[in-house]
């Protein structure tokens, strides 16, 4: 994976900033949560896909959704969101590991418009659709899947749509990314809270109040304040307690060796249909992080003769 730079640094501290993913319990462990900073993740994913305001804010609540579940994870445990939509978004993958390594992308880049934006409300570029969490754990024979229809073209609210429809688990998220006047990400953080079975449905129903009228998460971060301050202060009537911190961030494992892997597993007759008309250089994009190989018509001639060889 290649990371890309931006020209201008997005906001003060960018290049001394470490992203976090906290997780804690609360309202005597009977609610269980995690939130996150993820600022440099999300910029990172922003330059490396090249995209604008609109496609950096729907993949970036993605990217935050993803990684807030992926605090259930251990060991090499990992997770993949998806969508599946009928409107100009398409869909979208995002991928997150127990390790903190979180990648993916939109399926439709850039996301056709008809007129300017006067709000942030996603669902008409949503349309009708499909949420889908698989999660492919170590110690599992298969992976599990769990899919719902989208009900509010809003990914907060149908990622706690899908755990209270497809797991009947009571779940809150907040998922927030801020741009500042010149259309910079500046912060973005997300939080999720999740009822265990001894919680009492007063205190369930006192904090799905508490997070809606939560203010922006983003806004909070990029002013400086951290992901346990936000817990500790708007949460503190619930004596909230964190048991854990990793690093999050935008990685993909993607390398010139795996791509050149996949070159020789095409058919030899589209190999050679390759070879003999190009383009050259061949530049193939790995499409969870926009890295883009390229290969000369000498190295495609090499491939070649390595599958007659064979």
Known sequence: MEKKQ?????FANFETHTDGLHTFLMADDTIRGAVLDGSRMINQMRWNHELGILETLV???AYLGAALISASLKGRDRMRLQIDCSGPIKGLLVEAHAAGEVRGFLKNVPIPIEKPLTDFNLSPFFGAGFLSITRILEDAKQPFTGQ????????AKDLAN??????QIPTVFNLSVKF???GRVVGAGGLYLQAMPDAEDGVVRQIEDQVVALPSIGTALADGATPQDLVATQMKAFSPRFIDRRQIGFICHCNRDQIRNLLTLMPIEELKDIQEKGPFPLEIRCHHCNTAYSFDREQIDRL???RFSD
């Open 162 to 167: 899908y755990y209270l429809t497809s797991e």
């Open 304 to 306: 070649v003769a390595t």
């Open 180 to 182: 500042d006047q010149h």
């Open 148 to 155: 719902v229809m989208m009900a509010h073209g809003n990914l």
């Open 6 to 10: 931006p020209e201008t640094t997005p």
């Open 59 to 61: 993949l970036g609540h």
